[in-house]
């Protein structure tokens, strides 16, 4: 990516402790535009489309907005919401989202068996907005990562 000043703005607003407690790097090593030139190869090649993953994620949170924070099942997977109050700024500083995160789980998994980032996806309105228009899936080990294989495995119909 070539990477403009309001990029470098964002990327030093993603330490932990800037936006929110966590940050948005987890513990990945690699630089914010590493990190989305790598997602953006791994989107290619399991044949995903932003827009269209971010379109899905939400409509799934809300149809897991139904549940009113117990599970429900919505095709093979199980949607929990949860009930976090609150906005969060984008760290490009172009919209304020909704905190409440999402949780997408194989309805066939034992919930004590699903492992965070292997085999579950959390996400916020911010999630699903940093994925659609920056492109960026944050880093690996933060909770809100949505990891390109896991999208596609879960999106696949
Ligand atoms: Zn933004």
Not at 67 to 87: F, H
Not at 131 to 137: D, I, P, S
């Amino acid at each position: 990516m070539k990477i403009k000043p309001s990029d470098k703005e964002a990327f030093s607003r993603m330490g932990p402790g800037i936006l929110t407690a966590q940050g948005f790097l987890g513990i990945d090593i690699r630089s914010p535009e590493e990190i989305i030139a790598e997602d953006e190869a791994a989107f290619v090649r399991l044949g995903l489309d932003f827009d269209q993953a971010a379109d899905e994620l939400t409509r799934l949170a809300e149809e897991g907005a139904k549940g009113l924070g117990e599970p429900i099942r919505i095709g093979k997977l199980l949607v929990q919401s949860g009930d976090a109050r609150g906005m969060l700024p984008c760290p490009w500083n172009d919209g304020l989202f909704h905190k409440t995160a999402v949780s997408l789980r194989p309805a066939d998994l034992p919930p004590e068996a699903c492992v965070e980032g292997e085999d579950m996806l959390i996400y916020s309105e911010l999630s699903i907005h940093l994925l659609k228009v920056h492109h960026f899936c944050q880093g690996l080990g933060s909770p809100f990562r949505l990891e390109p294989e896991l999208i596609a495995e879960f999106l696949k119909k």
